[in-house]
């Protein structure tokens, strides 16, 4: 008796789409129209777990050669999807992480804040007369540091975060100003970016941010009454007619780079399609992405079971108008959809879920250094400073834990690496542990995917134009 074929089933998932099957091929995050022989053979293995090779001959003889049989199974083998008795491998080994090519700090300039959202999740967030303002020497340290762990790249991001940035100007023009001239002797080109809930800003701003190319997201959470239930003012006033103002100011005049906002979803806000038609059409904004609240420290905020169905079932819906804009060849600004078009183009395979405590660092107000921008303040201890640089060891700890997927719920699933375990924060607030998968929303999160998958294929089918056109140059900007 011949070897047992066998799929190997975590590598491997089939998605419905308008003209069959395509196979998500797992470890690699490619996609593959099969093969009539090809999606036969997974069929039959999928149905008989004993089948061997002979087995295999006998059942397509008068149809397939035994060499056209040979051939699609070898390919399935070197894919790692099916194996004739051997063990086939699903995740990479355990590493060992002691390089940590920093290409992105995040500067949290001032954790004075003019504003008092309710669902706020900085720990260290004040009012604007208590706020801690960065020193323009910590700054400096912190491009410096940058530039010694990772001389050689192509391209440093520097991010202004808050509180509100906007509070500390001063700092954010006396940095700009260093690194332009601190770059001219080095490799790679620097960018800055900060988000910035818009109240602030005044037409000498805008044309400051413009001449010097920094780019800008807005925070902003629809029409006026949605805006004004939780982004208020620390006196308790709605912010929406202000943001609105100044987001008409912003819009013409500003042309450094395409201008996008972000969203944040909770208790009792779902109705994205309304959200996005006020924020893309009525306002003009470039792109809309949603930051549905699933584990905020305030468990009042947080979006409920029900609700994060209601939100996934609306943003299917932008989907499906995303999917019809693309395929007139016209991009509709739906960010969520847009990222998710960018990894399955690109193949994006991830084994972290994002680039924090590898490439990126947050410095708090006192240059002590943080997973991410939303670790500033948190419990969760220091990775290092400034001053001392990187705990690597402590950091190397926590990152290889994450890489750790073996006796996890991210072992074997699908979107494994895609998802790669969902937000270290998310992790930290729901369960105290930044290092262990976000369970809470699998299930959404693999429905999601199946549906991204499906609208990336009708695209590729009928306009595979759109993907040059506004898939990769967003990338590239």
């Known amino acids: 008796m011949g070897a047992v074929l066998s799929l190997v089933k975590p590598n491997l998932h089939l998605v419905d789409v308008e003209r069959g ?3 998500f091929h797992v470890p690699t995050s490619g996609l593959f129209e099969l093969d009539p022989l090809s999606g036969e053979l997974i069929r039959l293995l999928t149905e008989d777990t004993h089948s061997t090779i002979e087995t295999v001959e006998k059942r397509f003889q008068n149809r397939y050669s035994t060499d056209q049989l040979a051939e699609a199974i070898e390919e399935l083998k070197a ?3 099916v194996t004739d008795g051997g063990t086939a ?3 990479a080994d ?5 390089q940590f090519p920093l ?3 995040i500067l949290n300039v001032n954790t004075g804040c003019n504003l008092s959202c309710t669902y706020c999740y900085k720990e260290d967030l004040e009012i604007p007369s208590k706020g801690q303002k960065m020193a323009f020497e910590t700054a400096v340290k912190s491009v410096e540091m940058l530039l010694e762990e990772s001389p050689d790249q192509d391209k440093y991001n520097i991010v202004f975060f808050g509180g509100e940035p906007l509070s500390n100007m001063p700092l954010i023009r006396q940095t700009v100003e260093y690194c ?3 770059f001219q002797s080095v490799k790679g080109r620097v960018d800055f970016t900060l988000t910035t809930n818009g109240t602030l800003l005044t037409e000498e701003l805008v044309d400051y941010f413009n001449t010097n190319g920094i780019g800008l997201t807005i925070s902003m959470d629809g029409p006026k009454a949605i805006h004004d239930k939780n982004r208020i003012t620390v006196g308790g006033q709605g912010t929406y007619d202000v943001v609105n103002s100044k987001v008409k100011m912003l819009l013409p005049r500003y042309s450094a780079r395409p201008v996008g906002v972000r969203v944040t979803l909770t208790r009792a806000i779902t109705d994205v399609e309304a959200i996005y038609q006020h924020l893309y059409h009525d306002l ?3 792109e809309v992405g949603f930051a549905p609240v699933t584990s905020g420290d305030m468990a009042e905020f947080n979006l409920t079971v029900d609700e ?7 943003m299917k819906r932008l989907g499906r108008r995303y999917l019809q804009g693309a395929l007139a060849h016209q991009n509709t600004g739906f960010g969520n959809m847009h990222q998710l078009m960018t990894d399955l183009h690109e193949g994006n395979k991830k084994s972290l879920p994002c680039g924090a405590g590898v490439a990126l660092l947050a410095v708090d107000t006192e240059g002590g250094l943080n997973l991410c921008h939303r670790f500033t303040g948190s419990e969760l201890p220091l990775f290092g400073d400034v001053d001392q640089g990187i705990d690597k060891p402590a950091l190397s700890q926590f990152i290889e834990a994450r890489l750790e997927r073996a006796d996890t719920g991210c072992e074997t699933c699908r979107i494994r690496n895609l998802c790669s375990g969902g937000c270290y924060h998310e992790s930290y607030a729901k369960f105290g542990d930044p290092a262990a998968p976000a369970y809470h929303y699998c299930d959404l999160m693999r429905d999601w995917i199946d549906f991204g998958i499906e609208i990336y294929s009708r695209i590729m089918i009928e306009n595979p134009e759109f993907f040059d056109a506004y898939v990769t140059p967003r990338r590239s900007s």
């Open 89 to 91: 491998q699903i995740n």
């Open 180 to 182: 332009q001239q601190r």
């Open 284 to 286: 003009g904004f470039h």
């Open 308 to 314: 994060l169905h209601e939100v996934f079932e609306g």
């Open 21 to 23: 099957q395509v196979l």
């Open 79 to 81: 894919l790692k999807i």
């Open 103 to 105: 290409n992105t700090v």
């Open 94 to 98: 355990p590493v060992k992480v002691d």
